[in-house]
């Protein structure tokens, strides 16, 4: 019986930090979008700011010398892979933690409906229901949204990154026909 009830108040004192938790990701999803729909944007014009980077970085870290300018590329190519591989990395958390925040904030207050049920409190089960209910949609939507945005992102990035190690090749073989 003690572990019964040590668990229901556990799972009491996690319910406002879940629901804080969910709104915080869809705040995060919101602003995601908006980021992702202006790089959409500036995708269709031409614009493709890591790419342009690293091409830059590539062209400034040459210095004439072959086996250093290797290196320099390689540290440039890899730092690029990194950068997109990091960037990418909030919208798989949000891939996976809407949703395990929608169920929790769902599984939480099924057992007060469970509660209002047996009393025969419908007020209680009807309001508690609800509130489980939207949370699963909210944190399916969460979760649903981020990987639309993550698929086509990692898209972009493996594009991005061709470019760049294309580059890279002709700017190795640029400095070994100058030699």
């Known amino acids: 019986m003690w572990a019964k009830d040590a668990l229901a108040a556990i ?7 879940v629901v804080i938790g969910l709104l915080g990701v869809v705040a995060w999803t ?20 890591a ?18 300018d290797e290196l320099a590329i390689e540290e440039v190519v890899a730092r690029a892979e990194s950068d997109a591989a990091r960037s990418l990395n909030t919208v798989r958390f949000a891939i996976r933690v809407g949703p395990s925040l929608g169920l929790m ?7 007060t409906a469970l509660s209002g049920l047996a009393k025969g409190d419908l007020q209680m089960l009807a309001s ?25 992102r990692e898209g972009w990035a493996r594009s991005d ?19």
């Not at 799972?11 to 930090?17: I, K, T, W, Y």
């Not at 508690?128 to 944190?139: D, E, L, P, R």
């Open 105 to 111: 904030g769902t599984l939480i207050p099924m057992a």
């Open 11 to 17: 799972s009491d004192l996690l319910f406002l930090p």
């Open 51 to 68: 790419r342009d980077r690293y091409r830059a970085a590539i062209d400034s870290g040459l210095t004439g010398n072959a086996h250093d």
């Open 30 to 49: 919101a602003l995601a979008t908006g980021l992702f729909v202006r790089s959409y944007v500036g995708r269709l014009r031409g614009r493709r700011p």
């Open 128 to 152: 508690n229901m609800v509130i489980a209910f939207s949370s699963t949609v909210v944190g399916l939507a969460v979760g649903v949204v981020a990987y639309l945005i993550a698929m086509v």
């Open 161 to 179: 990154l061709d470019a760049v190690r294309f580059h890279a090749e002709r700017a190795l073989r640029r400095e070994e026909d100058k030699a």
